[in-house]
């Protein structure tokens, strides 16, 4: 994990869940709800978890009706949905099936940090930080949005991931 | 009522809710499920209706009596027990 080009946290050669979990202790949080979370959420949500700890991004975020979340993925939520069809040979997981949107990766950070402003979830078929970009400008244009935390999280059906996140303001 | 059902229960709560760092013995027989105790949420309670059924075959058609039997593992067992096939 990077942060502005700095090592923030490492932990080579380990499987995605071993990963993932070794960096939400990193974090030293009480967030219980993290270890329900499909794997693309959990990628999202410690990627701005990350990006929201540092103090001076914080201050500026006062006003969380005016914060929006404007991020992209490819694969959607395919891994979730696989994992959900699994279950539907019997009784299918309520669990899991929360977790087949790939917006749900914007409704969880939304929960955890109190944000309120407009979310969205693009699937790019490449990354494309220009269409970010772009689209994250004219929001701050219209007035209704100070700051957005933008950028891809992805996580696809053979266990590839990756998550590029940062907050774009005025 | 079977301590071994509770402690069954709670085991079985863990795996299925994915309650991370939690073992049998954190959980108190006779604490809230939901709320201030163990926390539970809505999709929570979704999952132990899936469980009674896959593992105890009982299906829940009265939500009332679904609430009840969810207070706590205790509620849960003695439910089970009246209930099972």
Known sequence: MLGDGDELFSLAGEEFAVFAKAVYKSLEIDYPKFYKMSNMCKLGFLASEYLLKDVNIKEKLVDRSRVAIVLACKASSLQADIEYSKTMGEIPSPALFVYTLANIVTGEIAIRHGIKGEELMLVQQEYDKEQLSDYVSTLIDEGNTDFCITGMVDYDENHHYFADVCLLGR | ?85
């Open chain 2, 1 to 85: 009522m079977s301590i071994d059902l509770r402690e069954k229960l709670k085991g079985e709560l863990i795996e299925q809710l994915n309650l991370e760092d939690i073992s049998p013995a954190d959980i108190e027989s006779s604490a809230a499920l939901f709320g201030d105790g163990l926390g539970l949420d809505s999709i929570d309670a979704l999952e132990i209706i899936v469980l009674l059924e896959k593992e105890y075959g009982i299906k829940i058609s009265d939500p009332s009596a679904g609430k009840e039997a969810m207070a706590s593992i205790d509620s849960l067992a003695a439910f089970i027990e009246k209930n099972r096939k």
